[in-house]
C-alpha cells in the first residue's frame, strides 16, 4: 500500500537469517513501525486436524519448531555426498560392460541427460553428459542419437512425468522407458552406496561430465544446526540438481 501511510503485508514460514526476519523480526535490524503476528500449524482454522497431523508427522528438532510451531530457529545445510571430489573424476580406463542414460526432462527450463556404464569390476562411470536450456523434442531426439553413437547407449531411462516426451522418442527409434522410481531418497542412498571409500569409489566421472561433478559439490541437504543432525524428511535444498535427477 503506498500514499501517506505505506505499508507491506507479508505472510511468511519463519527462515532464519533470511531478509524478512533480518527486516521485520531481528530486534537489532528490523525496520522500525513494525509489528509481527505469531501463529503454529495447529491455528489455521482453514484446515482439518487430520491434514495438520499429516504435515507434522516425521518433523523433529529445529524443523520442527519452524515449520509446525512457527519459531524463528537456525536451520542450516550440509553437503549431501561430501566425500565426492576431484579423485572421483577420471577418465574411464575401459569399455563399459553396459551403458544406460538418465533423462530429465523440461521444455522451459533444463534438459539433462547424463551416460552411465557399468564395469566389469562393478564400478559405475559417467561418461558423458547433456545439459540444456529450453529443448524441444527435436533437439532432444539428436542429442539421444548422438549419445548413443557415442557411447552405444542401450536404454534411455526417463522422468515418468514426461509420457509424451518417452512417446515422442520410442516413436522416433530411441530406447526409452520410465525410470523405476522418482523417489529421491532412493536415489541418494544409490549415489551415497556407489560413492562409499573415497579412496577407492565405485562411482566415477570422465572429466567430460563437468556439470555432474559441480552439482555432487554443492548438493546440500537441510541439517539442524542446534543438534547437527541432518533432516532427512525434507527434500535436498533447491539448487540445480538436473544431472543429479537424470
Known amino acids: 500500500r503506498q500514499g501517506d501511510h505505506p505499508q507491506l503485508l507479508i505472510t511468511s514460514t519463519p527462515a532464519w537469517g533470511s531478509w524478512v526476519y533480518?527486516?521485520?523480526?531481528?530486534p537489532a535490524t528490523a525496520w522500525p513501525k513494525t509489528e509481527v503476528?505469531?501463529?503454529?500449524?495447529?491455528?489455521?482454522?482453514?484446515?482439518?486436524?487430520?491434514?495438520?497431523?499429516d504435515a507434522a508427522i516425521g518433523k523433529t528438532g529445529n524443523l520442527a519448531l519452524q515449520e509446525i510451531e512457527g519459531l524463528w530457529v537456525p536451520?542450516?545445510?550440509?553437503?549431501?555426498?561430501?566425500?565426492?571430489?576431484?579423485?572421483?573424476?577420471?577418465?574411464?580406463?575401459?569399455?563399459p560392460l553396459r551403458v544406460v542414460a538418465g533423462l530429465d526432462f523440461?521444455?522451459?527450463?533444463?534438459?539433462?541427460?547424463?551416460?552411465?556404464?557399468?564395469?566389469?569390476?562393478?564400478?559405475?562411470?559417467?561418461?558423458?553428459e547433456f545439459y540444456k536450456r529450453g529443448t524441444s523434442?527435436?533437439?532432444?531426439?539428436?542429442?539421444?542419437?548422438?549419445?548413443?553413437?557415442?557411447?552405444?547407449?542401450?536404454c534411455f531411462y526417463c522422468d515418468v512425468t514426461g509420457k509424451?516426451?518417452?512417446?515422442?522418442?520410442?516413436?522416433?527409434g530411441i530406447p526409452a522407458r520410465g525410470a523405476i522410481t522418482r523417489d529421491w531418497m532412493t536415489g541418494?542412498?544409490?549415489?551415497?552406496?556407489?560413492?562409499?571409500?573415497?579412496?577407492?569409489p565405485k562411482l566415477l566421472a570422465t572429466p567430460q561430465c563437468v556439470r555432474l561433478h559441480q552439482e555432487m559439490r554443492a548438493y546440500s541437504q537441510w541439517v539442524d544446526v542446534l543438534s547437527?543432525?541432518?533432516e532427512h524428511d525434507r527434500p535436498p535444498k533447491g539448487q540445480a540438481d538436473d544431472t543429479i535427477d537424470a
Not at 533480518?22 to 531481528?26: E, G, I
Not at 536451520?75 to 569399455?95: A, D, L
Open 22 to 26: 533480518n527486516c521485520l523480526v531481528n
Open 37 to 53: 503476528f505469531h501463529a503454529t500449524l495447529w491455528d489455521n482454522p482453514y484446515t482439518s486436524d487430520e491434514i495438520k497431523r
Open 75 to 95: 536451520v542450516g545445510e550440509g553437503p549431501i555426498f561430501p566425500t565426492w571430489g576431484e579423485q572421483n573424476m577420471r577418465p574411464c580406463p575401459e569399455k
Open 106 to 128: 523440461a521444455i522451459q527450463g533444463v534438459t539433462a541427460i547424463e551416460v552411465v556404464g557399468q564395469l566389469a569390476d562393478k564400478r559405475v562411470w559417467a561418461l558423458d
Open 137 to 154: 523434442r527435436d533437439v532432444l531426439v539428436g542429442a539421444c542419437r548422438e549419445m548413443m553413437e557415442r557411447h552405444n547407449v542401450g
Open 164 to 172: 509424451d516426451e518417452i512417446k515422442f522418442l520410442r516413436q522416433n
Open 188 to 200: 541418494i542412498r544409490l549415489i551415497e552406496s556407489l560413492i562409499g571409500d573415497p579412496n577407492s
Open 228 to 230: 547437527g543432525m541432518v
